[in-house]
T-cell receptor, first 115, second 114 residues
Framework: AQKITQTQPGMFVQEKEAVTLDCTYDTSDPSYGLFWYKQPSSGEMIFLIY??????QNATEGRYSLNFQKARKSANLVISASQLGDSAMYFC????????????FGQGTELSVKP | DVKVTQSSRYLVKRTGEKVFLECVQD?????MFWYRQDPGLGLRLIYF???????EKGDIPEGYSVSREKKERFSLILESASTNQTSMYLC?????????????FGQGTRLTVV
């Protein structure tokens, strides 16, 4: 069964607008961490933001925030004030405590920012 | 800065060849990973190693093996390459088992099997 699901293969957003990229996950482990990575066309993987399962507040890093809804098992990435340089693939990932350091990724969402 | 280096950026091999993809990290990380990336499928974990000589199968280990004889080096081996193994291969490393540990990635190897 897919542990991380990203249902939006591609998204478009107008420059300067906000966009939400969806991520749902499946785990029975009460202790887990969720990550978002960005992969520009150059291919490098860039860590954006982290949310722990016990964190009381939603994580934020600059223009990135994570809308964490634990009961719904969703961890959506919100990018505010989109920029042309935000055009990239975005991946959601999860680490479960019982799996040690193992890191599992979703299918990815390709974001295109229009000028 | 953490550096994860993959030995080749592009590789073309023939069907049936034995292929070695090498990955080296310079930050003394315990964990190392091999993923393959395909459009629409995201990153799928092939193998994971949490210590020297230790390995765990990921979601798609069939047709692959790995070797970790030294902490800094993690090799992916295609015993007999097939065309369906044409893909982008990404190596990553991370420290320990803390949940918030970031993984660092290599630049990727685009393998074409003809």
């Amino acid at each position: 069964a897919q542990k991380i699901t990203q249902t939006q293969p591609g998204m478009f957003v107008q420059e300067k607008e906000a966009v939400t990229l969806d991520c749902t996950y499946d785990t029975s482990d009460p202790s887990y961490g969720l990550f978002w990575y960005k992969q520009p066309s150059s291919g490098e993987m860039i860590f954006l933001i982290y949310q722990g399962s016990y964190d009381q507040q939603n994580a934020t890093e600059g223009r990135y925030s994570l809308n964490f809804q634990k009961a719904r098992k969703s961890a959506n990435l919100v990018i505010s004030a989109s920029q042309l340089g935000d055009s990239a693939m975005y991946f959601c990932a999860m680490r479960e405590a019982r799996e040690g350091g193992k890191l599992i990724f979703g299918q990815g969402t390709e974001l295109s920012v229009k000028p | 800065d953490v550096k994860v280096t993959q030995s080749s950026r592009y590789l073309v091999k023939r069907t049936g060849e034995k292929v070695f993809l090498e990955c080296v990290q310079d930050m003394d990380h315990e964990n190392m990973f091999w993923y393959r990336q395909d459009p629409g499928l995201g990153l799928r974990l092939i193998y994971f190693s949490y210590d020297v000589k230790m390995k765990e199968k990921g979601d798609i280990p069939e047709g692959y093996s790995v070797s970790r004889e030294k902490k800094e080096r993690f090799s992916l081996i295609l015993e007999s390459a097939s065309t369906n193994q044409t893909s982008m291969y990404l190596c990553a490393s991370s420290q320990g088992t803390a949940l918030n540990t970031e993984a660092f990635f290599g630049q990727g190897t685009r393998l074409t099997v003809v």
